[in-house]
């Protein structure tokens, strides 16, 4: 499957719902178990079917209970493009990445120097991964332009704290008007609601990554499709 997350995001938006990729995460740092009993691979499918342009895959092991195997496994079992959320530090990993069946990989801005960025940037692009760029203030955003990002995150969170800071929608509707200019702008994290979702659209974001909200919903399907629509009982 060669179709690019951006332009799934692009289909899924003219289609008039709200691009929602959905986290497969097994742990949150800050609420604990996510599975609870469940198989991460059927919830992606479920998602997947509910109508994902693209399933993102935590593999970080340590404190999100992700692993390579998972990815491998999602990759294998959707023909949607998976993009792989890890703490990617060398080219290695690029192409462990690539092994695995992913079509995309997160590239953090405030994980290494510039230089490395660039590098890991160039490399992703080189073995047919497509980079998503993840920033967390105004100067990651304008150097996510400066490497030509072409699909961009704003983490409403800071990973660095892993994930256990306040962080809300707001943090896209400040920072949103410095994305790179043509490029794709994915808001992740903290969003709970199809109102939010929709304030993360408003403020420019062209899609939403979600993952707890539908993790703790009472049906996870349901969830998804509110989201997407922008609104619903999900609040
Ligand atoms: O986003 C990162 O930089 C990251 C890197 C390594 C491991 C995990 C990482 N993020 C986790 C997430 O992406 C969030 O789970 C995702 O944005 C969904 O957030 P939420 O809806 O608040 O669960």
Not at 12 to 41: N, T, Y
Not at 98 to 116: N, R, T, V
């Amino acid at each position: 499957m060669n179709t690019k997350i951006s332009a799934l995001i692009r289909a899924r938006k003219q289609a008039g719902f709200i691009p929602v990729i959905p986290d497969i995460k097994c742990i949150s740092p800050k609420e604990g178990d996510l599975l609870r009993g469940r198989d991460p691979v059927e919830v992606a499918k479920l998602l997947a079917e509910a109508g994902a342009p693209a399933l993102s895959v935590v593999t970080e092991s340590k404190n999100f209970g992700g692993s390579l195997e998972l990815l491998e496994r999602i990759a294998a079992l959707t023909k949607l493009p998976t993009l792989r959320k890890d703490f990617i530090t060398c080219v290695d990993d690029l192409k462990i990445t690539k092994d695995c069946g992913a079509e995309a990989i997160l590239l953090i801005c405030a994980a290494q120097p510039f230089s490395l960025l660039i590098k890991l940037y160039e490399e992703a692009l080189k073995i047919g991964l497509e980079p998503l760029v993840e920033s967390h203030t105004k100067e990651e955003l304008i150097l996510a332009g400066k490497i030509g990002a072409k699909l961009v995150g704003i983490n409403n969170r800071n990973i660095l704290e892993l994930e256990r800071d306040d962080g809300t929608v707001s943090a896209t509707e400040l920072l949103a008007k410095y994305k790179p200019k043509d490029a794709i702008l994915i808001s992740e994290s903290s969003i709970q609601t199809p109102v939010e979702a929709q304030a993360a659209i408003r403020a420019g974001a062209d899609a939403v990554l979600i993952g707890t909200a539908i993790w703790q919903a009472e049906n996870m399907r349901e969830c998804y499709l509110a989201l997407s629509r922008g609104m619903g009982d999900y609040v």
